[in-house]
């Protein structure tokens, strides 16, 4: 069993619809990363979590400790969202990130 | 612009060369990770600075791989006797507590 779990892999959703990525981890961390990867693109961080919610333009994020699960929101979902989301853990004992699996999200106009 | 500068974006190179990237952060950064990715996976981590001190490596980095951060700025990674299953996209990341900055990758072709 992976230390960080996403779902769902895969997510294809027209344009407008309210998107929900989720996170759950098995390991003692600091802090959840919420990442975002375009086909060939870098990495760009969106959010690090240690508590509570953050949120950014149209996206949101959330994380239950005591439950180890986070989910990524994203509202009125446009085209250009279409990418990869990564959620990480940052481990407790060192600052090392455990990566999910990532979840390939596409939304079709 | 990221804030991680990497260079070069992209190397083509025949299998048993060597090969050496660089990343530069732009400002200062105590914490300094490489990792390597591969076509539809996740990052897989293969080291980690702390300022110039190389505090854990990957089982992944075998001797061939070798990473320095001489003056805890910059830092280099060579692969020496490349092989085609070092082809991926190297990317170096850097973390000042408040979260991760990536560079754009140096993507490795070994052929």
């Known amino acids: 069993k992976n230390e960080v779990e996403q779902s769902p892999q895969n997510l294809t959703a027209q344009e407008g619809e309210f998107i929900t990525i989720n996170c759950s981890y098995s390991v003692g961390i600091s802090a959840l990363h919420w990442l975002q990867q375009h086909p060939g693109g870098g990495i760009v961080s969106l959010f690090m979590?240690?508590?509570?919610?953050k949120k950014h333009g149209r996206l949101i994020a959330t994380i239950n400790i005591q439950e180890k699960h986070s989910s990524l929101h994203i509202t009125a979902s446009h085209p250009r969202d279409s990418a990869v989301y990564i959620c990480?853990?940052?481990?407790?004992?060192?600052?090392?990130?455990?990566w999910g699996a990532g979840t390939k999200l596409i939304i079709k106009p | 612009d990221t804030g991680v500068s990497q260079d070069p974006r992209h190397k083509i190179t025949k299998r048993g060369q060597n090969v050496t990237f660089r990343c530069d952060p732009i400002s200062e950064h105590n914490r300094l990770y490489w990792y390597r990715q591969t076509l539809g996976q996740g990052p897989e981590f293969l080291t980690y600075f702390q300022n110039e001190a190389q505090l854990e490596k990957s089982r992944l980095l075998s001797d061939r791989f070798s990473a320095e951060r001489p003056k805890g700025s910059f830092s280099t990674l060579e692969i020496q006797r490349t092989e085609q299953g070092d082809s991926a996209m190297y990317l170096c990341?850097?973390?000042?507590?408040?979260?991760?900055?990536f560079g754009s990758g140096t993507r490795l072709t070994v052929v």
């Open positions: 990341a850097v973390d000042r507590n408040y979260g991760y900055t």
């Open positions: 979590l240690s508590s509570g919610k």
């Open positions: 990480a853990a940052r481990m407790d004992s060192n600052y090392q990130l455990i």
